[in-house]
């Protein structure tokens, strides 16, 4: 079955970090252009990091550019967000996406992780 | 680069048509055939509807379909259905830094 599972959210004092977590299965990471997507409480979606299948091409939305990171563990099949120096507004709920070609076509997402920022 | 431009919120009859836009500009929906849909039921993951401006994924009901005009994409639903009920979103590529744009999201009322 084709799935993905987000996990690594947590209420997180501003300036703390956190690493998001999105664990696939049913096919190869490898194979799939991903993104890390937000969305806020009551907000729309924000599109925040975009990984390549090769790995060689990232990408990240100014809003998080700097202070967070996208990686990927083939052999764990896993795609992660380093999350550091974070703020208030990144108080949302952390989606992974894949997307078969590099075309805007997020045809599979996780369930979402909740990542709260807050002292 | 603020979101692509939707209406906050659009309402119809069962059974009737609505068409929700999405307004971009000459660097995103306007040059580039790369815009999708997604609908959100609250508490849910978005859902594919409609990838690049008209394709619709296996599964989807022929219910909904996309077109594009100069910078405004748009999605309709026919035969309105209460379970039609939710957010849509339209999301395009952007031939910049910014890479992905999402619009602000259109609440559908079924009444």
């Known amino acids: 079955q084709v799935q993905l599972v987000e996990s690594g959210g947590g209420l997180v004092k501003p300036g703390g970090s956190l690493r998001l977590s999105c664990a696939a299965s049913?096919?190869?990471?490898?194979?799939?252009?991903m993104s890390w997507i937000r969305q806020a409480p009551g907000k729309g979606l924000e599109w925040i990091s975009y990984?390549?299948?090769?790995?060689?091409?990232?990408y990240y939305a100014a809003s998080v550019k700097g202070r967070f990171t996208i990686s990927r563990d083939n052999g764990k099949n896993s795609l992660y967000l380093q999350m550091n120096s974070l703020r208030a507004e990144d108080t949302a709920v952390y989606y992974c996406?894949?997307?078969?070609?590099?075309?805007?076509?997020?045809?599979?997402w996780g369930q979402g992780t909740l990542v709260t920022v807050s002292s | 680069q603020s979101a692509l431009t939707q209406p906050a919120s659009v309402s119809g009859s069962p059974g009737q048509s609505i068409t929700i836009s999405c307004t971009g500009s000459?660097?995103?929906?306007?040059?580039?055939?790369?815009v999708s849909w997604y609908q959100q039921v609250p508490g849910k993951a978005p859902k594919l509807l409609i990838y690049?401006?008209?394709e619709r994924p296996s599964g989807v009901s022929d219910r909904f379909s996309g077109s594009k005009s100069g910078n405004t994409a748009s999605l309709t639903i026919s035969g309105l259905q209460a379970d039609d009920e939710a957010d849509y979103y339209c999301?395009?590529?952007?031939?910049?830094?910014?890479?992905?744009?999402f619009g602000g999201g259109t609440k559908l009322t079924v009444l």
């Open positions: 999301c395009s590529y952007v031939s910049s830094s910014t890479f992905r744009l």
């Open positions: 996406a894949k997307d078969p070609t590099f075309r805007v076509r997020f045809e599979q």
């Open positions: 690049e401006v008209s």
């Open positions: 000459s660097g995103d929906v306007g040059t580039y055939s790369l």
């Open positions: 990984m390549s299948n090769s790995g060689n091409t990232i």
């Open positions: 049913g096919f190869n990471l490898s194979d799939y252009y």
